[in-house]
Structures are given as C-alpha cells and as structure tokens.
C-alpha cells in the first residue's frame, strides 16, 4: 500500500511551458484534492474532486487543469507556467466515512523562471 | 468563505514543557471537522488530531490535547512534554460538514522550535 504518490519531487519550468504533475493514490479514496503552498503560508486548495468524472474548483484554480478518469489517478496540469505558480505542491486524498481525514502526498517541489 | 486564524507564526519550547497553540475560524455551519497537522522539514503533511463539532468532549492522542471551545471558534492545541521531534510547522484546518472530504481551509502555521 503505497498510499498517496506524486511525480515529479522537484521541477523547474520556464515561462509558458507546460506539464502535468501526477498524483495517484491506492488506497480506494473517493475523495483527491490539489493544493498549493506557498512560502510561509497555509495550504490553499486549487481543485478537488469528489469520484471519477468529477472534479470542481478550489480557492486558487486559474491556470490549472484537471480530470479524473479514474478512482486511482488525478493530475493537475499547467496550462502555461508563471512565476507566480512557483510553490510547493500537495495532493490529498480521503474517504467520506474516514471522519473526512485527508492523506497527502509527499510533495512536488516547482521552480517556475 | 471559512476563514482559519493562527496569530502565532513562531513559538518556542523547552524539551518536556508544555506550550499550546492558538487556532481561530470562523463559520455560520453547525456541522464541521477541524483538524492539527504537523509539517515538518520533510514537507510531509501528518495528521496530529482531529475533532469533530457536534462532540462537546475534547480530543486527546497521547501528548496531543485541544481545547476546543465552539461559541468562541477557538481550537488551540496543547503539546506536553515537548521532545524535540515535535519541532515542525503546525497547521489548524477546518472542513465543513460531511460532503466536504476534499476541500479544506488551512490557517497560515505556527512554527515550533523545541529547545533542548
């Protein structure tokens, strides 16, 4: 059980380029969400969603995409990278019925010049 | 929008004293979680302690206690006999009611140094 995965650990980006950050949970959570940290700050939520086929917006969800077309898997992309989007990256996931605790991945680290 | 509260950036400790730390929200729900995690260098978010609205007892894990007082939407969290792994950021959260598994409201952290 490997819980709550995200790829990359550490990515740098130039303005205007595009990716995708991968983030994957086997635990059979109904719940996945996409949040930001940014230095001295809380965490703010981009996205989240609720099962597969449907997702909503969070606090902060201009300049981020994302789907789920599985219970496993939710990604978050990049349209096209601003400096401002440079932060540290977290993704949760939780069931309903779990006292709605969430489980978060270690982290992606992005570095956007 | 649920706003969380922590007026504490920064405390400290001396190892196995006890410190608490302030969290404040604000909300018009009667249903709702609030949460403690505790991020340290690693990045890794670790759930402390959780407790749920509707109970009126406070929640305890081990050296981990909150006072949670509802009319006042105050929920600080008391570390006792402070050992120098609890040094991290502590984050207070708050989740409105039971369909909101996903979407939290985090406050902006307090820093814990644990002095030995």
């Known amino acids: 059980n490997a819980g709550v995965t995200q790829t990359p650990k550490f990515q740098v980006l130039k303005t205007g380029q595009s990716m995708t950050l991968q983030c994957a949970q086997d635990?059979?959570?109904?719940?996945m969400s996409w949040y930001r940290q940014d230095p001295g700050m809380g965490l703010r939520l981009i996205h989240y969603s609720v099962g597969a086929g449907i997702t909503d917006q969070g606090e902060v969800p201009n300049g981020y995409n994302v789907s789920r077309s599985t219970t496993e898997d939710f990604p978050l992309r990049l349209l096209s990278a601003a400096p401002s989007q440079t932060s540290v990256y977290f993704c949760?996931?939780?069931?309903?019925?779990?006292?709605?605790?969430?489980?978060f991945g270690p982290g992606t680290r992005l570095t956007v010049l | 929008a649920q706003t969380v509260t922590q007026s504490q950036p920064e405390m400290s400790v001396q190892e196995a004293e006890t410190v608490t730390l302030s969290c404040t929200y604000d909300?018009?729900?009667?249903?709702?979680?609030l949460f403690w995690y505790k991020q340290p260098p690693s990045r890794q978010m670790i759930l402390v302690i959780r407790q749920e609205a509707y109970k009126q007892q406070n929640a305890t894990e081990n050296r981990f206690s909150v006072n949670f007082q509802k009319a006042a939407k105050s929920f600080s969290l008391k570390i006792s006999d402070s050992q120098l792994g609890d040094a991290a950021m502590y984050f207070c959260?708050?989740?409105?009611?039971?369909?909101?598994?996903?979407?939290?409201?985090f406050g902006d952290g307090t820093t814990l140094t644990v002095k030995p």
């Open positions: 959260a708050y989740r409105k009611g039971w369909s909101n598994a996903g979407k939290s409201t």
């Open positions: 909300t018009s729900e009667s249903d709702y979680y």
């Open positions: 949760a996931s939780g069931l309903a019925a779990n006292y709605n605790e969430q489980f």
């Open positions: 635990m059979n959570h109904e719940y």
